[in-house]
C-alpha cells in the first residue's frame, strides 16, 4: 500500500508513510497496541489520520491530507 498514486499507507515498524513515495511519520508500533485509524471523507479536504493508544497527538495523527480519492473506492488494509 502507498506504492503509487492511488493508496496510502503508514508502517509503525518502520515509522514511515506511503503515497507515491515514502516519507518519516508516527511513532513505534509495539504488540498490544490499538491503533486507530479515521478517514475525513468531506469534499474539500479528505484526510487520513492515525492514532496509537487512542493518541492523536504528533508523531502521530494527520498522516494524510487533500487526499484525491474517487469514493466509495476506499478499502482499509492491515497486516501484521
Known amino acids: 500500500m502507498g506504492d503509487d498514486a492511488h493508496s496510502f499507507g ?5 515509522l514511515l508513510k506511503w503515497y507515491n513515495g515514502e516519507s518519516e511519520f508516527g511513532s ?9 485509524v479515521a478517514a475525513n471523507l468531506h469534499e474539500g479536504n479528505k484526510s487520513f489520520s492515525f492514532s496509537v493508544n487512542g493518541n492523536w497527538e504528533s508523531p502521530n495523527g ?5 487526499v484525491k480519492a474517487d469514493l466509495p473506492w476506499i478499502s482499509p488494509g492491515l497486516t501484521s
Open 10 to 14: 503508514a508502517d509503525g515498524h518502520r
Open 28 to 36: 513505534a508500533w509495539k504488540e498490544g497496541d490499538i491503533i486507530g
Open 62 to 66: 494527520l498522516a494524510f491530507e487533500n
